[in-house]
């Protein structure tokens, strides 16, 4: 007896790609939200791109009834829990991120439960469970921000990167509990290498996202979230910049300024280590499959998505204050 094989998906090109994906998304009534670390194919078919922030007031202020959210799977949770009642579609079910995974729920309930007294502010790069279990969400773009908005005799949790909640600690002057995550992109750039370029490019301004180690940020010449590192470049008159996240932001940078120069911040090794794995699984291809196939879909159970979706609405409050 022999297995029937299926047939093999067409392959298409580019523009035949992005033709069939600008026709799915009239067909679906979709919108496509993407982060500024997609590969630079996705992020010029996205109706939307920015930052964890940008990305989740979308979300939220969507009218369409499909969101396909070409990002990782925090982000397409958080659009799932903002809209219940809609499809909320990922490329790739795989495409997860180290500082989440770095905070299981289950013992971060039990590091919540230990401090009782505690107000517990959450990245929102963090899975629905530990959302849950928070009082309050923040991005790195709001984040010091909302810490300000707490009274000072109020002791917090910040969960879960550790290096943004030094920055934070930094810019405010409060201490944090800080749960010991991190990025493994975020955390690889060499400082030895970094200062070894801006020797070859005196001129260059080292630009850094907070989420950084604090030896990298002790050299930057700015710190910000994605959209605003990428303002910086805008508005800045310098010319050069080492840019120390992850690289996609280069492709918004370059098309926003294309006489500027940008140079991605070096690893510790050789690698693309400042690329994120978890993001670059999705894929141009991916993309106009899931909204083919309407998969994969992201669920999140109700009693979870309702305990999640108060932190997320009181962080869009206070951002806007």
């Not at 303002?231 to 098309?255: C, D, K, L, N």
Request: with cysteine.
């Amino acid at each position: 007896m022999f297995a029937t094989l299926a047939p093999p998906r067409p392959t298409l090109d580019p523009p035949a790609l992005v033709a069939a994906i600008q026709a799915l998304k009239t067909e679906l009534n979709a919108v496509i939200l993407a982060h500024y670390y997609q590969e630079p194919g996705i992020q010029d078919v996205a109706d939307y791109i920015g930052d964890s922030l940008g990305l989740s007031q979308q979300a939220a202020q969507t009218s369409a009834q499909v969101i396909v959210f070409a990002g990782v799977h925090f982000m397409a949770e958080t659009a799932k829990i903002l809209n219940p009642d809609k499809q909320v579609l990922l490329p790739d079910l795989d495409a997860g991120c180290s500082l989440a995974d770095s905070c299981p729920a289950a013992e971060f309930a039990a590091f919540k439960a230990a401090h009782p007294n505690h107000l517990v502010i959450s990245y929102i790069n963090c899975t629905a469970e530990v959302k849950a279990l928070s009082d309050i969400i923040c991005t790195s773009a709001n984040a010091v921000k909302i810490v300000q908005q707490i009274p000072t005799d109020q002791p917090i949790i910040f969960a879960p990167d550790r290096n943004l909640g030094r920055y934070v600690m930094a810019q405010t002057g409060r201490e944090l509990l800080l749960w010991e995550g991190s990025c493994i992109v975020h955390e690889t750039f060499s400082e030895k290498r970094i200062i070894a370029l801006g020797l070859d490019y005196p001129d260059a301004k080292l630009i850094a996202h907070p989420e950084c180690e604090p030896a990298i940020l002790r050299h930057a010449d700015y710190i910000g979230s994605t959209t605003a590192l990428l303002h910086y470049t805008q508005t800045s008159p310098e010319q050069t910049f080492i840019v120390a996240t992850e690289s996609g932001i280069i492709h918004q940078m370059q098309r926003a300024n294309p006489e500027k120069t940008y140079i991605p911040a070096p690893s510790i090794s050789n690698c693309n280590c400042n690329e994120c794995p978890y993001m670059r699984l999705n894929t141009l291809e991916k993309l106009y499959y899931c909204m083919a196939n309407q998969s994969p879909e992201v669920t999140v159970p109700p009693n979870i998505a309702a305990a999640a979706r108060k932190p997320i609405q009181r962080m869009l409050e206070l951002s806007r204050t």
